[in-house]
């Protein structure tokens, strides 16, 4: 065992725990199911209320950035924190593409353009979202830049960009380097997603100038570097929508009653519930764990988030189905959050790569044949 796996520490710190009371307080008193669904029907999810409390209200925005930048200087062991709880509300906020996959990207720039929007963005001023699919994942083949046609004129199309609805400035990757391009600039195709939560959109530029934060190769460096932390991260948001169907399906057996009986003093149904508990309990080690090997830095953080994704993407897409199933008939009605989870789950399950790429990356670490 190396030194850094001899000190993962998986357990949530004080602190760590005082910022999951502010954050599920706020979307207790601000996100509730039914205000979710009635923001996602009106084809607008985004709460820019709720967005600015907890961007710059609790400073949940800043947790990745540095102090000298004007941000909290924590770590991804915070951040994972607050996209549990953000995954047990399906809350419709930028913070995975914005507060996580940019800020990720801005501070592998290292330029005093990139040190300007994050402090703009810790600050909760501005919104920014990488202009990337979110099915990109850590270890695949970037997709092909958009064109310089001169002058920082950028030209070209990037699809399934998650978030790009809400975001101030797009950052481009282009084939001079990063670009820095406000969103009223570009023309944003609206897509109609399996999430409603999170929306997509195509953008398209033509000749749309933008400011520029890296050369190529820092710009892809960094583009990798924050698909693993955003892979990683993501795996805390399954985590914590999978503790929300657990506790909501087992309180719900509780109270439902058939011939005189709770329906989960049904043996088959305990069973199941008890394997789903040990899923989640499983899937939260995963979690801390990627979350950990992200903050230390750990030389096995790529492998570490690789199996935290493979795992917990089934763990969340199994306790939303479980959710369902087991709420009866009102599991399967529009109004009742439970088709929420399952789609943010489905969702989830695509983002940042899928359950065979992150197998793959976990037989190409461990040097063992490819899953067939």
Not at 81 to 87: A, H, W, Y
Not at 113 to 119: S, W, Y
Not at 269 to 293: P, Q
Request: proline share 6%; aromatic share 4%; hydrophobic share 45%.
């Amino acid at each position: 065992m190396t030194a850094s796996r001899a000190s993962l520490d998986l357990l949530y710190s004080d602190t760590e725990e005082e910022l999951r009371f502010a954050v599920r307080a706020l979307l207790a008193d601000h996100c509730a199911p039914a205000t979710v669904l009635a923001r996602a029907e009106s084809g607008r999810p985004h709460d820019p209320a709720l967005w600015r409390t907890l961007a710059s209200g609790i400073g949940a925005a800043g947790l990745l950035v540095p102090e000298k930048l004007g941000g909290a200087g924590a770590s991804h062991r915070e951040a994972a924190v607050v996209l549990e709880e953000l995954g047990r509300a399906v809350a419709p906020v930028p913070y995975l593409t914005g507060c996580v996959l940019a800020t990720e990207i801005l501070l592998g720039c290292d330029t005093p353009e990139a040190a300007d929007l994050l402090r703009a963005l810790a600050a909760g001023q501005q919104v920014c979202v990488p202009a990337l699919p979110l099915t990109q994942a850590p270890g695949a083949p970037l997709p092909q830049p958009l064109r310089d046609t001169g002058g920082g004129a950028l030209t070209g199309t990037a699809t399934s960009v998650a978030d790009a609805t809400a975001a101030d400035v797009l950052l481009v990757l282009a084939d001079t380097g990063l670009y820095a391009v406000p969103a009223a600039g570009a023309r944003l195709t609206g897509a109609v997603p399996l999430d409603l939560t999170r929306p997509l959109a195509t953008v398209t530029l033509d000749g749309t100038p933008g400011t520029r934060l890296a050369d190529p190769a820092t710009a892809r460096a960094a583009v990798a570097g924050a698909l693993l932390s955003g892979a990683g991260l993501l795996a805390s948001e399954q985590l914590g929508l999978a503790e929300w169907c657990l506790t909501e399906t087992v309180a719900h057996v509780r109270g439902r009653h058939q011939f005189n009986r709770p329906i989960g003093s049904f043996q088959a149904l305990k069973h199941r519930l008890a394997r789903l508990w040990l899923d989640v309990a499983s899937a939260r080690a995963a979690a801390r764990a990627a979350a950990d090997a992200l903050a230390t830095a750990s030389p096995d953080a790529p492998l570490t988030v690789a199996v935290a994704q493979a795992y917990c993407s089934g763990v969340a897409v199994r306790a939303a189905e479980e959710c369902v199933q087991l709420h009866g008939g009102i599991g399967m009605t529009w109004e009742h959050p439970a088709h929420l989870y399952l789609k943010r789950a489905k969702s989830d399950s695509l983002a940042l790569g899928t359950t065979g790429h992150h197998l793959g990356l976990v037989a190409d670490f461990a040097e063992l044949p490819a899953p067939a």
